[in-house]
DNA sequence: TTGTTAAACGGAGGGTGCCTCCGTATCTTC
DNA sequence: GAAGATACGGAGGCACCCTCCGTTTAACAA
């Protein structure tokens, strides 16, 4: 076998820009769409060929995983960067927002999810992974700076927050939840003195013992 | 004006009759060919004309909408049924059991469905309450019978239903759902002295008085 | 029965989107 | 700058969508 098998080309400018130029319209055109959105409409959004998307992407489901994939990471890194905030219950009630405007963008594409889950339960258990993680540092941070109970999970909020979400079809669905965050924020706020009136629930593992 | 305004033909038999049959190869085709599955092959399948299909469903959705209320309707009048059987738990038992196949059934169907809910909030409460009847009138008799306990509520066993199947992409889900059901229906059943160890939750409304 | 007529049927056909294939253009490497 | 690898674009064949309308059939009246 010859020395070079492992040689490996740096990927073509124009492949990288590309995709990223379709990543983006697919996002555009799915959200007003639908997940029934012509792929041929995606194409001419991004300004490439329509050979040119299939060869990125040769499934629909592909072009939708990736969509979804690069929103959660972008979603990732809004909690890191929020790491760095000075409040940091601001922080988390911030990153919450942005959750909630996340799905409001997805109308479209939502269904679409639905269907990409089904065939890829990975794909469900990286973004849970992830969206847990990120939740965690920003919840971890303002436990420790003893601003927030600790005897809440990440993967308890999660769930609140996806649950909340999840009857997004009501009319004003969208200021409902945010209101109920606030709340929801609020009562995770450390109770002063003399306020906490109910404590019956038994707490998730503390925060200071989940790992990272 | 004549007085023949409100005379009305009988409904020609061969339009029921293909209207039944377009429903009945439509369950068969999505189930097995997801909610993208071509309306041609569900005509094809009916043994009707293209034409036909559209007249009476003149969108995908409609079509959709109407096998699932059909369904549904079954899952009721099968309720109905089994409100005769000599064993009131044992009946309630089989209904939850109808209930997991019927998912079990509808692979490609949920997604198509979770089209439909988005677009129809009317079907959601028609068959919310159709099958919150259901279970409750048969729940209502385990509990007159005093085989069961009476601090369920029909909506909380209609939710544990829903919510157990919800995950059902994971491979196996049904036998685990199965073996829950189980586990629910005889932690529902009426304890033996000595054996209640918990009684901690709230009850919901007791079935007395409950309306029907 | 037979005639009349409203209602339903079927499928051709125009339009759109899906996806493959391959000649051409462009980028990387030497 | 040349060579070769890689990516591009879009024409084209196919499947499906949905409409439209000439033909068929069932319901009703006589």
């Known amino acids: 076998m010859d020395d070079h098998a492992d040689q490996i080309r740096k ?14 319209a697919a996002k555009l055109v799915f959200s007003a769409g639908g997940p029934e ?14 050979g040119t ?15 979804y994939r690069r929103e959660v990471e972008q979603l990732s890194e809004l909690a890191e960067q929020l790491k760095n905030a000075k409040d940091p219950v601001d922080a988390l009630r911030r990153w919450l927002r942005s959750n909630v405007e996340f799905v409001a963008t997805k109308k479209g594409m939502s269904a679409a999810l639905a269907l990409t ?17 990120a939740i965690g540092s920003l919840l ?14 990440p ?9 909340m979400c999840y009857m997004h079809d009501q009319p004003g669905w ?30 998730a593992k503390s925060a200071a013992k989940r790992k990272r």
């Open 11 to 24: 990927p073509r400018a124009d492949a990288v820009r590309n995709r990223e130029r379709v990543l983006e």
């Open 37 to 50: 959105a012509s792929l041929e409409a995606v194409a001419k959004r991004a300004g490439v060929g329509i």
């Open 53 to 67: 998307l299939y060869r990125h992407f040769p499934t629909r489901e592909d072009l939708f995983e990736a969509v």
């Open 117 to 133: 889950f089904q065939s890829s339960s990975e794909l469900a258990a990286f973004s849970m992974d992830r969206l847990t993680k």
């Open 140 to 153: 971890d941070r303002a436990v420790a700076a003893g601003e927030m109970r600790g005897d809440v999970s």
């Open 155 to 163: 993967e308890d909020l999660l769930r609140a927050l996806v649950g």
């Open 174 to 203: 969208q200021s409902s939840v945010l209101r109920m965050l606030d709340v929801f924020v609020d009562g995770l706020r450390v109770q002063p003195a003399g306020r906490s009136k109910t404590r019956t629930a038994k707490p």
